[in-house]
């Protein structure tokens, strides 16, 4: 089992900035994916930004030159530094853990985004 931690989401104006954390503890493998989904009330959960334990990553085209995906891998952190928002980056942000194997998958409880003047 592979428990998330998330921190980092609140209300910011469209042009804020955010950063997103989540911690993984438990049985964290040495080589896994990490990354951040978010859902929109009504809207399917969909990929934000993934990344690696070799760093590669993956973002989707909506946040692209905006949001950038790190991680801490001694720390078993991964962050999300939002810049830029716009209205339509409000949802509910998921921090995800994919391991070597299918049944490896888990989900962080969620931090609210919402961008708003």
């Known amino acids: 089992q592979v428990q998330l931690a998330e921190s980092g989401g609140g209300l910011v104006q469209p042009g804020g900035s955010l950063r997103l954390s989540c911690v993984a503890s438990g049985s964290v493998s040495n080589f896994n994916v990490m990354g951040w989904y978010r859902q929109a009330p009504g809207l399917e959960r969909q990929l934000v930004a993934a990344i690696a334990t070799a760093g590669s990553t993956n973002y989707a085209d909506s946040v692209k030159g905006r949001f950038a995906i790190s991680r801490d891998s001694t720390k078993n952190t991964v962050y999300l530094q939002m810049n830029s928002l716009k209205p339509e980056d409000t949802a509910v942000y998921y921090c995800?853990?994919?391991?070597?194997?299918?049944?490896?998958?888990?989900w962080g409880q969620g931090t609210q985004v919402t961008v708003s003047s």
């Open positions: 995800n853990y994919q391991g070597l194997r299918a049944h490896q998958r888990y």
